[in-house]
């Protein structure tokens, strides 16, 4: 009966989403693509905040957040730990202006592409990853020269609650090289919506901010290291929901 429930409420959680996504990809290929970034971007993220607003009103789950303080005043990169596409949409409005990384075929998928282009996002083909880290280098410079922030989840995709996986260097190489520093960024929301699964669960994500950590007289190795440890621990110590 609960499952029931729980498929019900999904249900009507992607035909908000999906609903949503054709409104704001279509009006916003249309009438902003041509405005400026803050523009075009914020009106984008409009459906980003929707989006969790959506979740929280037909699925029951919430967001708490702690270390907003340890955000630095200009431009950053933030290291997220990556369990579902929750933290792609929350993260994305509220770190904002911030630039996020991601794979080039997402930019095709209509509508949902489309509004994703208008947010200057750094994409990558996972297919050269020599190409890729290059791209990334390059754009993430540029974005950070700008006062844009940078968004990379360094694992590369995303890994269920628990388990093991490596942290990728791309993300402290932009630091070092820009002169800015990583914040690293903790949370649990595939515990609450699964990678994979269509049942959305009720509860409380918790993302937590951690302290910056400076890129100056260090290196991408020992940077990521840093953030690795700090996330992984704090992701450990959250706590787990009630299982259905």
């Not at 971007?41 to 699925?59: A, D, E, G, K, V």
């Not at 907003?68 to 929350?90: C, D, I, M, R």
């Not at 968004?151 to 190489?173: H, M, Q, V």
Request: net charge positive.
């Amino acid at each position: 009966m609960m499952t029931l429930f729980l498929s019900l409420r999904a249900i009507l959680f992607y035909l908000g989403y999906w609903l949503s996504i054709v409104w704001f990809g279509t009006t916003g290929i249309i009438f902003f693509s041509f405005l400026p970034y803050s523009v075009r971007s914020n009106y984008i993220l409009c459906w980003n905040r929707f989006s969790i607003f959506w979740l929280r009103c037909t699925c029951g789950l919430d967001v708490e957040v702690f270390g907003q303080e340890n955000l630095p005043s200009g431009a950053y990169v933030a290291l997220s730990k990556h369990q579902s596409q929750w933290e792609t949409y929350f993260l994305q409005y509220y770190l904002a202006p911030i630039a996020i990384v991601l794979k080039r075929e997402l930019l095709n998928l209509p509508f949902f592409g489309w509004g994703l282009r208008l947010t200057d996002p750094i994409a990558i083909d996972r297919g050269s990853p020599k190409q890729a880290l290059k791209h990334i280098q390059i754009q993430g410079k540029r974005h950070l020269e700008q006062g844009v922030s940078v968004l990379i989840f360094p694992e590369g995709t995303r890994i269920k609650p628990g388990a093991d996986s490596k942290y990728a260097r791309g993300g402290a190489n932009i630091a070092v090289a820009a002169g800015v520093p990583v914040v690293p960024i903790a949370l649990n929301a595939g515990e609450y919506w699964p990678a994979g699964r269509f049942i959305k669960f009720p509860g409380k994500v918790t993302v937590h901010i951690g302290k910056p950590i400076s890129s100056k007289d260090s290196n991408s190795r020992k940077i990521t290291d840093q953030a690795e440890d700090w996330i992984e621990k704090e992701v450990a110590k959250m706590s787990k929901r009630d299982q259905y």
